[in-house]
């Protein structure tokens, strides 16, 4: 198979395929862009079906990386790595270590953190043979308590910046008795609605587990409802923290928040969909632009003068970003996924 002549080949910069025989490690570290600095990006381990299919997921992952950090205000470009095997049953703690050489071997052109199938321990054996490894030390915990090595806080608080400000732009209001209907009740989900209930705001929530939706009933004040009616509520925000491709044909036509603004990555089943949002007067946050709260947060933990105000002082960033997004694309009279993604090639020297 082709690398350049893959339909997902950006002009990435460089393509590493790692195999180790002794620990059957085999993964592929992909770099997109580092016009702005070394590329960040998670590892993910999969069961992919084939090789062809996890050469896909790091090309693609790796480019989305390159625009999040750009938007995010970050000196970093965007690289991944995937490592082909089911995480449960193939994964041994030699090959994570083999996976730390392989990570060091780029010299520093990518740096590694976690994604799916791929724990804090796991770093932690990765780090013992790289320092281009980050995601691994306590963090800010936004809500009092012990930071937990988690970036899920940083997270919810960046989403939670970025839907009030949306709110602001498109409704002229603050989030005083604003209804919010939030898909899953995750890491992320749980901590954003605790914010936005601080900040005065009425939640209708879904999950399709039973036990966090009782904590928000009791703990937040909550209405629950089901899961299929969620997309549909008549509510100002629609917040989706749960899966991605919820934007889609089906769904649609019955949204009828004025605001989308949630944590899911890659929430339009396809771009066109964000032009059909606009002509229905319907204001949607890009999502790579409003979750970016756990990016900006390890990017933080390399700095090693960085404190936690200034960790909260860039995610809130988040903030003036979304308007610039807001301004630029009823100036232009495009789309806000497509003016981010415009801004964010300005930024990294693309156009
Ligand atoms: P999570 O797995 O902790 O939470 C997801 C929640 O959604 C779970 O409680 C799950 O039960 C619920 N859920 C699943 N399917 C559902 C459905 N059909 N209807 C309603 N609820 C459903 O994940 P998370 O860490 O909270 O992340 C949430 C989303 O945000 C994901 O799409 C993730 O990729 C994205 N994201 C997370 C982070 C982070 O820092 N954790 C950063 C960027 C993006």
Not at 80 to 103: C, H, L, Y
Not at 311 to 326: F, N, R, V
Request: hydrophobic share 40%; glycine share 10%; with cysteine.
């Amino acid at each position: 198979m082709s690398v350049f002549d893959h339909h997902e080949f950006d002009n990435h910069e460089q393509v590493v395929f790692c195999s180790d025989k002794k620990t059957g490690l085999k993964a592929i570290i992909a770099v997109h862009n580092t016009n702005l600095g070394p590329s960040l990006g998670g590892c993910r381990m999969w069961n992919y079906i084939d090789s062809g299919d996890a050469l896909n997921d790091v090309l693609r992952l790796s480019k989305g990386m390159t625009y999040k950090a750009a938007m995010a205000n970050l000196k970093l470009g965007g690289g991944k790595s995937v490592i082909i095997g089911d995480p449960r049953k193939d994964k041994t703690p030699e090959m994570m270590e083999a996976m730390g050489r392989f990570v060091d071997s780029v010299g520093g052109k990518y740096i590694t953190a976690e994604d799916s199938g791929i724990s804090l321990d796991d770093l932690l054996l990765m780090s013992k043979h790289s320092s281009h490894v980050t995601g691994i030390q306590s963090r800010y915990s936004f809500h009092g308590g012990e930071a937990d090595g988690n970036p899920a806080p940083a997270t919810a608080y960046g989403v939670f910046v970025g839907l009030r400000e949306s709110v602001r732009y498109a409704l002229k209001s603050d989030l005083q008795g604003v209804k919010v209907a939030i898909q899953g009740l995750g890491h992320v989900g749980y901590r954003l609605a605790k914010h936005l209930k601080e900040a005065g705001a009425q939640l209708f929530v879904t999950d399709i587990y039973q036990e966090q939706l009782a904590k928000a009933e009791s703990e937040l004040g909550a209405t629950i409802v089901s899961p299929e009616e969620i997309l549909s509520l008549d509510v100002d925000v629609l917040a989706p923290c749960a899966l991605g491709a919820v934007i889609n044909e089906r769904s649609l036509p019955h949204i009828k928040a004025k605001v989308i603004a949630g944590a899911a990555n890659n929430q339009l089943a396809v771009e066109a969909h964000g032009e059909e949002l606009k002509a229905k007067g319907i204001l949607y946050a890009p999502d790579y632009v409003i979750n970016a709260g756990g990016v900006i947060d390890i990017y933080h933990q390399k700095q090693s003068d960085s404190s936690g105000e200034q960790l909260k002082e860039h995610i809130e960033q988040i903030g003036s970003t979304l308007s610039e997004i807001y301004e630029r694309a009823e100036q232009l009279n495009k789309s806000t996924n497509t003016v981010s993604n415009l801004i964010a090639e300005e930024r990294f020297g693309l156009s």
